[in-house]
């Protein structure tokens, strides 16, 4: 059974710091996808991330893929509070699997 | 915004009736699906559509169908509702070209509650 584990589930953290969120997957694929979901919102594609060794930049947030480590990280950098929100990777098998979120809230 | 819609956007029904959602896009694409989203479980598939009258089922698929007669519009039943089934829906869709990304882009979604 192909799992994706996101970790951790939960984030709180102050302005200006430095943060990574990982997600771990227990099959071989080379496509991820990042996606933002704000409370009682929609979800919103972040990064597409298509190969290994793949880094993306977008602001404050830069997504990479290491897929011989089945691994990839999204990094946050010098957090704003506008960048709180719920975080989901996606691992492109077949369909598209899951994580369960990472729920990120960034405090002045 | 992808021109997906759904409706409606929120539901109350009861246990045993019939419950219908729609997801209308506006944009041509081939591939559409249904996912359900429950706390800690992150999105779930419950079934896709790979062109008009062609579906499939999705890792959750049980107490559901789903139909698609038009490009453009993807119908969700749930043929008789159970509390389990309280949850929010979302469509997404895609073009899945050969070669091309499987990134996908949500409808609004939909809240339904069964009491």
């Known amino acids: 059974e192909l799992k994706v584990e996101q970790n951790p589930l939960f984030l709180s953290m102050q302005e200006g710091k430095n943060y990574t969120i990982y997600c771990n997957y227990s099959t071989t694929s080379d496509r991820l996808y990042w996606y933002r979901q704000d409370p009682g919102k929609s979800l919103e594609s972040l990064f597409v991330l298509l190969s290994n060794g793949a880094v993306k930049q977008e602001g404050r947030l830069m997504a990479s893929l290491d897929t011989k480590a089945r691994l990839s990280t999204l990094h946050i950098t010098a957090a704003v509070h506008d960048l709180s929100a719920t975080y989901f990777c996606?691992?492109?098998?077949?369909?598209?699997?899951w994580g369960a979120g990472t729920k990120l809230i960034i405090k002045p | 915004d992808a021109g997906i819609t759904q409706s409606p956007r929120h539901k109350v029904t009861e246990t045993g009736t019939p419950v219908t959602l729609r997801c209308h896009q506006t944009e041509n694409h081939r591939y559409m699906y249904w996912y359900r989203q429950d706390p800690g479980h992150g999105l779930r598939l419950i079934h896709y559509?790979?062109?008009?009258?062609?579906?499939d089922k999705g890792e959750v698929s049980d107490g559901y169908s789903v139909s698609r007669s038009k490009t453009e519009d993807f119908l969700l039943t749930l043929e008789s509702a159970t509390s389990s089934q309280t949850s929010v829906y979302f469509c997404?869709?895609?073009?899945?070209?050969?070669?091309?990304?499987?990134?996908?882009?949500f409808g609004p979604g939909t809240r339904l509650t069964v009491l």
């Open positions: 997404a869709i895609t073009d899945r070209l050969a070669g091309g990304t499987n990134e996908q882009f």
């Open positions: 559509s790979y062109g008009v009258k062609d579906t």
């Open positions: 996606a691992v492109d098998y077949y369909q598209l699997i």
